[in-house]
């Protein structure tokens, strides 16, 4: 009871309060941008809302459960071991359920198993996953990652582990999932204590080749290319308008839904994309929603507070005092960053779309869930660093007294 007491008393309330904000503004609009698409299909208008209530109320107890207990738990190489397995397992049931079941695919991919009437996605699973393993390894191989020639050979079994949970989700197939997985990587081993150049090299190698290819897709003139899902949402970023019937109907009416919201938006419920023009209201596209009824302003204010926790989050990994930790809070904040970025990029045509969700805005479980847990390790962390930072104060004043 007096760990919990102590815990409790220094839980990071910079953390803690964006993330409730966020989660509530979640729930409120994803039932105002989800109660057409329900009405129109005869359903009651309120049952995403009470879905993502409930997700929310599962996200502070993930968020609980990996803040309470001792971050040495989610260190352990066993535990380690087991979730990286487990993962792969999920990923690759995925691939023989899209074999053994075509018809189970949406939009070409099958990326979750259905239980209930919930679903679960591993991808989601895989991106904590990862952050737990590439935190725990490239901390354990600081020292060595300094020297240039070393840190080759140091990087190459999380590269490998990485690589292979990116291809199973590339192969789903899941572009946006497996781009996390790339950058989260990217970033992680830039961080980690690598010599800087090197660091900007890899993240420098994985931006190139992702511009490169992306340019040289759309370039080919190969006919199944063309018939590809992910190549027509590829030609849909290059030319919206022109798709505008088909796959660039997405991005065209997310331009008139920021359009028609203006500054100060049409007022909560008023969103008239929402209605049928616009694909995925209440999941990839809720920020486009979102600034039509609140407007540009409105929008800034939720980003705002988004990335006020993003930043905390990697302020308290600067500041952390083991390289573990710190790790730990870079791959959470990178996750949050190029998440928001994926889902905000591909909705104002910076990037292509990607199907990736807004954290903790978007509808979904898994998503909510896993980020969730990603915020009880972040307070997991700040609550450790606060309690040794004191006790470190208590012996520096015992030994002045002394």
């Not at 789903?172 to 989260?184: I, K, R, S, W």
């Not at 049409?266 to 209201?281: A, D, T």
Request: glycine content about 10%.
């Amino acid at each position: 009871m007096a760990a919990m007491r102590t815990r409790l008393a220094h839980i990071d309330y910079f953390i803690l309060v964006p993330f409730l904000i966020l989660m509530g503004v979640g729930i409120v609009m994803v039932y105002s941008a989800s109660t057409d698409f329900l009405t129109v299909r005869h359903l009651a208008a309120t049952v995403y809302l009470k879905r993502q209530a409930i997700f929310a109320v599962g996200g502070l107890f993930a968020a609980a459960f990996t803040f309470i207990f001792p971050l040495r738990l989610f260190e352990n190489g066993i535990f380690v071991r087991i979730a990286v397995l487990v993962t792969m397992i999920m990923l690759g049931g995925l691939l023989v359920l899209a074999y053994f079941r075509p018809q189970v695919a949406v939009n070409g991919a099958v990326a979750w198993f259905n239980i209930g009437s919930f679903n679960v996605q591993p991808v989601e699973i895989a991106k904590l996953v990862l952050i737990l393993y590439l935190a725990r390894i490239l901390s354990r191989r600081e020292e060595k990652l300094t020297v240039l020639r070393e840190a080759t050979r140091q990087v190459l079994a999380p590269i490998l582990v990485a690589g292979a949970m990116a291809l199973l989700v590339f192969l789903e197939p899941d572009t946006g999932g497996m781009a996390m997985l790339v950058f989260l990587t990217a970033i992680m081993i830039a961080a980690s204590g690598i010599k800087w150049p090197y660091g900007v090299t890899v993240i420098g190698g994985v931006i190139g080749v992702s511009a490169g290819g992306l340019y040289i897709m759309q370039s080919l003139n190969l006919p199944w290319l063309k018939n590809s899902y992910r190549i027509k949402r590829l030609l849909a970023f290059f030319h919206p308008f022109k798709l505008a019937n088909s796959t660039g109907r997405q991005l065209v009416n997310s331009y008139y839904a920021i359009s028609n919201g203006g500054w100060f938006g049409v007022g909560i419920g008023n969103s008239i994309q929402k209605k049928g023009y616009l694909p995925e209201p209440y999941t990839d596209f809720i920020m486009a929603v979102i600034t039509e009824e609140l407007g540009i302003i409105g929008a800034i204010a939720i980003l705002f507070v988004l990335f006020f926790l993003i930043a905390r989050i990697i302020l308290v990994g600067i500041r952390a005092r083991s390289a573990y930790r710190s790790l730990l809070c870079y791959g959470i904040g990178s996750w949050l960053f190029i998440q928001t970025f994926f889902n905000i990029g591909g909705m104002i045509g910076l990037i292509p779309i990607t199907g990736v969700t807004l954290p903790f805005i978007s509808y979904g479980g898994s998503s909510l869930l896993m980020l969730a847990a990603g915020i009880g390790l972040a307070l997991n962390v700040s609550c450790i660093e606060q309690v040794e930072q004191e006790r470190s104060l208590e012996r520096e004043r015992e030994h002045g007294h002394a």
